[in-house]
């Protein structure tokens, strides 16, 4: 990190991401999908690809079917590097 002149530290840039609650069966974590799509180079078709990390809950809010925010942090055990931000849309 590098600090400025006024002396205030500035973070580097963090991922965001946005996804799916498929599991909350942990306290204080919960497994997110995240769904990357891609165009084939050759085709031209639309590839979706998903990816499942674990993300922290601090309140255990979130549950299964929710739309929730994510963000980059430092690694907070062995498989847990995202953080909740904000819950986007409740399952209905």
């Known amino acids: 990190m590098s600090e400025q002149k006024n002396g205030t530290v500035t973070r580097n840039y ?4 946005e996804g ?3 599991s909350d069966k942990m306290q204080k974590t919960i497994v997110v999908e995240l ?6 180079p050759l085709y031209g ?3 979706r690809t998903t990816k499942k990390v674990k993300a922290h809950d601090e309140q255990n809010t979130a ?3 929710d739309r929730v ?5 430092r690694p907070l055990s062995a498989t847990k590097r995202w953080r909740l ?3 986007l849309e ?3």
């Open 20 to 22: 799916y609650v498929v």
């Open 35 to 40: 769904e990357d799509r891609k165009k084939h």
């Open 45 to 47: 078709k639309v590839v």
């Open 85 to 87: 931000v904000e819950i």
């Open 14 to 17: 963090r991922k965001v991401r």
């Open 63 to 65: 549950g299964v079917g």
């Open 90 to 92: 409740k399952a209905k």
């Open 69 to 73: 925010l994510l963000m980059e942090t």
